[in-house]
Nanobody, 122 residues
């Protein structure tokens, strides 16, 4: 079992930055690839990025590649999403999720946080 809690969301102007964190409980955190997804009002949940269980491998959606960076600290059971050059279209609820495989599909993830709101004003 892995419990996930996101934090760090808020309101930011376009061009600004935010850093989201996801704190995990459970001794098996380091076994899981960690993904970030987002869901805007009226839209499907979409993949943002994923990091491998041991950290060196990351993969991002085209829409955020070069602007967002995922990192993790297995000693602290945390994964972070650094978001730079934010755009109004990045506005969404952001979720972290845990999976035993690296995947862009939400269905591959076994555990989810409750989400944190990110709002980017123009």
């Amino acid at each position: 079992q892995v419990q996930l809690v996101e934090s760090g969301g808020g309101l930011v102007q376009a061009g600004g930055s935010l850093r989201l964190s996801c704190a995990a409980s459970g001794r098996t955190f380091s076994r899981y690839a960690m993904g970030w997804f987002r869901q805007a009002p009226g839209k499907e949940r979409e993949f943002v990025g994923v990091i491998s269980w041991d950290g060196p491998h990351t993969y991002y959606a085209d829409s955020v590649n070069g602007r967002f960076t995922i990192s993790r600290d297995n000693a602290k059971n945390t994964v972070n999403l650094q978001m730079n050059s934010l755009k109004p279209e990045d506005t969404a609820v952001y979720y972290c999720a845990a999976s035993l495989q690296i995947s862009v599909l939400a269905t591959a993830y076994d555990y989810w946080g409750q989400g944190t709101q990110v709002t980017v004003s123009s």
